[in-house]
């Protein structure tokens, strides 16, 4: 028996159901990551181009990141929540140095789910009566306060919640034209209005992750930011995915020139260990002191990681290089799929792309034929038809172009085959 397969058998011996553990077949046991490389209980090492769900913004144990973790280690791990501490304050000054202006004031949180919660919660009591409007192919976590506003039922029905609130068109120009947002400004006018529930919050990713890369038309925002204003109602921009860098600036809404009011921030922040915020305006921070808390919200070890995480996109322009070799990589992923019968789409932004399949079925062959082939990809999409693609911004051009031909070549040698 492999290392991979003993450790598999241990996790099925005890593990209860929920995750997706045991999705892949074989599943893919990782055992050490470095870089923008992985490599599993077996020894074989793979290129990841989906950064641990786009986690690894900063390369998997950048080493500033691990001398900060180290050095933390041995004077503070654990603070509770009630107490201050130094590392806490470099935290806000860090988030303060990268925040969109405006955004001034900072709450920790644990996991992107546990920001959005956050949030929600924040518009929930400035406006406790008000309606929280999401969109579909939308996705913040699957807490239970998060996951009544998937864009994607089937993530409600599978923890048995309700929708949080109405649902309207994500602008998805690939679907409606020319159209996506006039269809989605129609959509949101059409909401109960005068005499009925008001509106507390309008929250969304400024670019769809989980929905498949879906980047919205330029008149998009400025139109969603004059329509929250004369509504009252919050603006929550969730950049748990579409931060850190990854679109070529620190925020994908800094391409918009929008400004929220609040907005959730995680994965990359953390350098790999969680880490995440909500940023907002002073007016929307308004909660009485303990509100809201939790036993690890401000573990140290992790802010320390985080303030070196931070540090690193800073010093190394991490926003800039996916700006200046983003495209490049763009353009060869299109140029390899061009004569590809059933590619519907390629897209990005930075270092993000995504190929819109025919169908999830071929999606899934592709990962497959990917991974076997040495490369990681991930799969999104409102119908998981999307090969998905986020590395570590500090990839080398040489390594992303090998990357994106491996991906091309799995999209187009899966095409019609049963794997």
């Not at 038309?217 to 579409?242: N, T």
Request: hydrophobic share 45%; net charge neutral.
């Amino acid at each position: 028996m492999s290392r991979a397969s003993d450790i598999v058998a241990r996790l099925r011996k005890l593990e209860g159901g929920g995750l997706r553990t045991f999705s892949e077949d074989p599943p893919f046991v990782w055992e050490k990551a470095e870089g923008c490389y992985v490599e599993d209980a077996d020894g074989w090492r793979y290129l990841d181009l989906y950064g641990g769900f786009a986690v690894a913004a900063t390369g998997y144990s950048h080493p500033r990141v691990v001398e900060a973790i180290q050095r933390q280690a041995t004077t503070l791990m654990h603070c509770p929540s009630a107490h201050p501490s130094r590392v806490r304050a470099e935290f806000y000054e860090a988030l303060a140095s990268i925040a969109p202006p405006g955004l001034d004031r900072f709450l920790p949180a644990v996991t992107g789910a546990m920001a959005n919660e956050m949030a929600l919660l924040l518009a929930r009591t400035r406006r406790p009566e008000g309606v929280i409007v999401s969109f579909a192919g939308s996705y913040f976590g699957r807490s239970v306060g998060t996951a009544g506003f998937a864009g994607k039922a089937r993530y409600r029905d599978a923890l048995g919640i309700p929708a949080g609130g109405p649902f309207v068109p994500f602008p998805y120009p690939l679907r409606h034209g020319d159209a996506a947002t006039d269809l989605t400004m129609r959509a949101l006018e059409d909401l109960p209005g005068p005499g009925k529930r008001p509106l507390a919050a309008v929250i969304l990713e400024p670019i769809q992750g989980n929905g498949g890369v879906v980047i919205p038309p330029a008149d998009f925002f400025p139109r969603l930011r004059a329509f929250c204003d004369r509504e009252g109602a919050l603006l929550i921009v969730d950049e748990i995915q579409s931060g850190c860098g990854r679109t070529g600036r620190f925020w994908a809404i800094e391409h918009s020139g929008v400004t929220p009011d609040l907005m959730t921030v995680g994965k990359g922040i953390g350098g790999g260990l969680a880490t995440a915020a909500v940023m907002g305006r002073a007016d929307a921070m308004t909660w009485p002191p303990d509100s809201y808390t939790s036993t690890f919200l401000v573990n140290n070890l992790n802010l320390a990681a985080a303030v070196a995480a931070m540090g690193v996109m800073h010093d190394e322009q991490l926003p800039g290089r996916a700006a200046s070799i983003g495209p490049a990589g763009l353009a060869r992923f299109r140029a390899a799929l061009a004569d590809v019968e059933g590619v519907r789409e390629v897209r990005g932004q930075g270092l993000w792309y995504a190929a819109e399949l025919a169908d999830a079925a071929w999606a899934a062959r592709a990962v497959k034929l990917a991974r076997e082939r040495g490369v990681i990809v991930g799969r999104s999409g409102y119908d998981d038809s999307v090969i998905k693609l986020s590395p570590a911004l500090i990839i080398g051009e040489a390594e992303l172009h090998t990357g994106i031909d491996t991906a091309a070549g799995a999209i187009r040698d899966s095409r019609g085959t049963a794997r």
